[in-house]
């Protein structure tokens, strides 16, 4: 058995609203997909069962630079309701297998610019409120996520398409 080596991230670059690169980004945070779990005693033994339904989803992503893109973004979320689309690239490598990781987050924003320090690198923190959510890891989709549309596909499988169906 061959020994593997743990995955690296080369970099990072976000996308923002079509405009062009957001600026220097420190990282995103992918957001957690999380189960709403719900615990229940099952003859004596306190258990978690599954609810059906995903806990909302936020992510943040840290500049190094105040870029003026974010505040047009932001009041344009603000003035038209629609969401604000980061599109985060990254190359990560494996035993010398590269692949392309391609994060598409649509939601809702505030901004922190967080403090003025002298001699301190800048920094801005973008919270996201997503309502959409697709990951792409070297060309697959793993995950697709929809709220304002009730869809939720993990690795191939609508997880709400019956209740889409029940509703819609």
């Known amino acids: 058995m061959a020994v593997r080596t743990p995955e690296k991230i080369s970099d990072v670059n976000v996308f923002i609203d079509g405009v062009g690169h957001l600026g220097v980004v420190e990282e995103v ?7 709403k779990l719900e ?3 099952v003859g004596g033994i306190e258990r978690d069962i599954q609810t059906g339904i995903l806990e909302k989803m936020e992510t943040e992503i ?3 630079e105040y870029s003026p893109i974010v505040y047009a973004a932001m009041a344009a ?6 969401p604000v689309v980061f599109i985060c690239k990254s190359h990560i490598v494996q035993g010398g297998v590269k692949k392309g990781v391609v994060a598409t987050i649509a939601g ?4 922190n610019d967080n403090s ?8 801005r923190t973008i ?4 309502r959409q959510y697709t990951l792409e890891i070297d060309g697959k989709q793993g995950v697709m996520i929809d709220v304002d549309n009730l869809v939720a596909v993990i690795d191939g499988v609508d997880i709400l398409e019956e209740l889409r169906k029940n509703l819609m």
């Open 77 to 82: 979320n603000m003035k038209k309701g629609t």
């Open 39 to 41: 615990s229940v005693n």
């Open 127 to 130: 919270h996201v409120s997503i």
């Open 116 to 123: 003025l320090k002298g001699g301190e690198t800048a920094k």
């Open 108 to 111: 809702d924003i505030n901004v």
């Open 29 to 35: 945070k992918l957001p957690e997909i999380k189960q």
């Open 62 to 64: 840290n500049l190094n």
